[in-house]
């Protein structure tokens, strides 16, 4: 696996890009001169974790004879200041289906992909708690 990382232009936006040509836009915030032009490199982080846990839960469900209409994931987190970096404190992952879903294949599917499945997750809860819910069909479970 490769990722290549080039900076776009003389401010803070950068494309990153893997050995299949896929990209991604990172950009700093204003405060430190970017410009708005791509994610933050630490909410690409979050959304890395909501695609790492998305494709397990899809999967999972998928040998479990079950289809989501839709699969949306929700993530919140809080950071912890130190002195020049701040790491994730605490993530919050909600987990919204749609669809005529089985509730206990669904809490099955979640469970092992946050805990023990999702790469993403295990790198991120060395820092921090990560708790999640679920909603299906617009009831939390």
């Given at each position: 696996m490769e990722i290549i990382v080039k900076r776009q232009n003389d401010a803070m936006h950068f494309i990153a890009q893997n050995d299949d040509g896929a990209i991604v836009h990172l950009d700093g915030s204003a405060d430190i001169?970017?410009?708005n032009l791509g994610i933050?490199?630490?909410q690409n982080l979050l959304a890395s974790l909501g695609g790492c846990s998305g494709i397990d839960i899809q999967l999972i469900l998928g040998k479990q004879r079950q289809t989501a209409d839709t699969l949306e994931?929700?993530?919140?987190?809080?950071r912890q200041q130190y002195d020049t970096y701040s790491l994730?404190?605490?993530i919050n992952v909600l987990f919204v289906l749609t669809g005529e879903l089985d509730k206990n294949k669904v809490q099955k599917a979640v469970e092992l992909s946050m805990q023990k499945f999702c790469s993403v997750a295990k790198v991120l809860e060395k820092t921090a708690t990560i708790n999640y819910q679920i909603e299906l069909n617009k009831v939390k479970i």
């Amino acid at each position: 696996m490769e990722i290549i990382v080039k900076r776009q232009n003389d401010a803070m936006h950068f494309i990153a890009q893997n050995d299949d040509g896929a990209i991604v836009h990172l950009d700093g915030s204003a405060d430190i001169g970017g410009q708005n032009l791509g994610i933050r490199p630490m909410q690409n982080l979050l959304a890395s974790l909501g695609g790492c846990s998305g494709i397990d839960i899809q999967l999972i469900l998928g040998k479990q004879r079950q289809t989501a209409d839709t699969l949306e994931m929700h993530i919140s987190a809080e950071r912890q200041q130190y002195d020049t970096y701040s790491l994730f404190k605490e993530i919050n992952v909600l987990f919204v289906l749609t669809g005529e879903l089985d509730k206990n294949k669904v809490q099955k599917a979640v469970e092992l992909s946050m805990q023990k499945f999702c790469s993403v997750a295990k790198v991120l809860e060395k820092t921090a708690t990560i708790n999640y819910q679920i909603e299906l069909n617009k009831v939390k479970i």
